[in-house]
């Protein structure tokens, strides 16, 4: 027992003295390209966001709690909206009266009707005076009606710009109050995990001020550094890599799947070193539970 312990030991010994290209020469076999392995890794928030009050005013609705899932476009929270909602409902009234004037052409037909019969008018008495039958200046006087009736067409076609002008204001007027009143809600611009209710329903909050805490959790990144100089030329954005996530220091607990290089740092650390992340799909366990969490420790390795 004890002398086969020793010449264990003697081949261990041997095989740790002998150089790699030598054994690799005794073997015949030739030794494969040195895998690229990011050091560092951890998973980290894509987005991570406070959702904040674009108005003052008090929280009427508060429609979160920490935990809760949303969709993007959810309604989150809502300030008071009394005063929008009243100042929307005057505009689209008179929004509503700017669309009638400007579809209103009675005017202008009654304008064309004027100056058909005042040019009509016009000729009759222009064929008496050319008889002698009437003065010079009673045709005069029929031949210059005819012709203000005909200014009147334009005034008439002038007015109806004028109105559809006018409503475009109107439409315009209504559509700042429509989005004044949409301004009091509060939306999910993402699909999201609540991660923390920051005010409270019935809380004053100011423009700006936060609301909750928002982050994404069915896509993470994974964040690390990659030896530039060691590496040279072979770590580049759309490489595919094989990302590994570990929940604790069992590997057999390790979350595997395939991606692709996001990014690649231009800059260089001290170590000589380059920042490089990679996005993944999150998915969930048996209990509704994301797998990766941000914080967590991970492994990229390029294929």
Request: a negative charge.
């Amino acid at each position: 027992m004890t002398q086969r312990f020793i010449h264990c030991f003697a081949l261990t010994l041997v095989g740790i003295a002998l150089p790699s290209t030598a054994r690799s020469q005794s073997d015949g076999i030739q030794d494969p390209v040195q895998k690229v392995v990011a050091e560092n890794c951890s998973v980290k928030y894509i987005r991570n966001v406070n959702i904040t009050a674009e108005v003052e005013g008090k929280l009427l609705e508060l429609n979160l709690e920490e935990g809760m899932n949303v969709s993007a476009g959810d309604v989150l929270a809502v300030v008071d909206d009394t005063a929008a909602k009243l100042a929307l409902e005057l505009k689209k009234a008179e929004e509503m009266e700017a669309m009638l004037n400007a579809d209103n052409d009675v005017n202008l037909q009654d304008a064309k009707n004027s100056e058909e019969l005042a040019q009509a008018e016009a000729d009759s008495f222009r064929q008496l005076y050319e008889e002698s039958a009437i003065p010079y200046y009673e045709m005069k006087k029929k031949v210059l009606e005819a012709i203000r009736a005909k200014l009147r067409i334009d005034l008439a076609q002038m007015q109806k710009k004028i109105a559809e002008a006018q409503y475009i204001a109107k439409r315009s007027e209504r559509e700042i109050a429509d989005y004044e009143q949409k301004r009091r809600r509060v939306l999910a611009p993402f699909d999201g995990y609540v991660e923390n209710r920051i005010a409270q329903q019935g809380e004053w909050v100011q423009s700006g001020s936060p609301v909750a805490t928002l982050v994404q959790l069915d896509r993470v990144r994974i964040e690390g550094v990659v030896n530039a100089l060691e590496f040279k030329g072979r770590v580049r954005a759309g490489m595919p890599i094989r990302v590994r996530v570990f929940a604790d220091s069992s590997d057999n607990q390790a979350f595997e799947t395939n991606a692709t290089v996001g990014f690649v740092s231009s800059e260089l650390n001290l170590r000589g070193q380059v920042r490089v992340w990679a996005d993944i799909k999150n998915q969930k366990d048996d209990s509704g539970a994301w797998i990766v969490k941000p914080g967590m420790q991970a492994e990229i390795v390029f294929e």
